[in-house]
């Protein structure tokens, strides 16, 4: 079985300029999550949607915007990109909302500002 | 907001060894999860423990959800060179969102 698809995998962009990162969850999975992982850290939590609704949103500013579409795939979106947006970052899915539903990682979309 | 400490942040360790690392936390999580990740990868799920008390074993990996709620410790037997990688806690929220909090990494490395 496929697991989290996400696209693409490595990205460059320029100071300012926006960028849309897709994520594919696993079959079945209705809940989609959007994490933050710069280099040596632990990734940092973003959105989170569960039936095409946002259920949480973390410390993050208004640039970072997300949806879910009908088939629960997801987007992330991040306008006027800083030097600072550098990172990996990550989908994972879940099938629930509970607390026994684990989150399951992508491999992460390495996205580079200069 | 709610940290989770995480130690050691490497360990440098022979292969065959036995590995030990544990996150602890002044909040307290509905769920424990241990994960790994591997260069250019994402975390990988390891383990994920539920109950406070719960001591739940995958293969040479053993881990244990603490009474309090508050803190984990992941073990790793007979230690072997696929092992090495970064190791991550991260505690699972329910709070309207679904949320983990995670460690800052062990980063382990093996030496044949």
């Known amino acids: 079985d496929a697991g989290v698809t996400q696209s693409p995998t490595h990205l460059i962009k320029t100071r300012g300029q926006h960028v849309t990162l897709r994520c594919s969850p696993i079959?079945?999975?209705?809940?989609v999550s959007w994490y933050q992982q710069v280099l040596g850290q632990g990734p940092q939590f973003i959105f989170q949607y569960y039936e095409k609704e946002e259920r949480g949103r973390g410390n993050f500013p208004d640039r970072f915007s997300a949806r879910q579409f009908p088939n629960y795939s997801s987007e992330l979106n991040v306008n006027a990109l800083l030097l600072g947006d550098s990172a990996l970052y990550l989908c994972?899915?879940?099938?629930?909302?509970?607390?026994?539903?684990?989150?399951?990682f992508g491999n992460g979309t390495r996205l580079t500002v200069t | 907001g709610q940290q989770l400490n995480q130690s050691p942040q490497s360990m440098f360790i022979q292969e065959g060894e036995d590995v030990s690392m544990n996150c602890t936390s002044s909040s307290i999580f509905n769920t424990w999860l241990w994960y790994k990740q591997d260069p250019g990868e994402g975390p990988v799920l390891l383990i994920a423990?539920?109950?406070?008390?719960e001591l739940t074993s995958n293969g040479r990996l053993t881990a244990q959800f603490g009474i309090t709620r508050k803190d984990s410790f992941l073990n790793i037997s007979a230690s072997i060179p696929s092992d090495v990688g970064i190791y991550f806690c991260a505690g699972h929220i329910i709070q309207g969102a679904q949320k983990l909090v995670f460690g800052q990494g062990t980063r382990l490395t093996i030496n044949p």
């Open positions: 994972a899915s879940s099938l629930g909302q509970g607390a026994f539903s684990p989150l399951h």
């Open positions: 079959s079945g999975h209705k809940s």
């Open positions: 423990l539920y109950k406070a008390g």
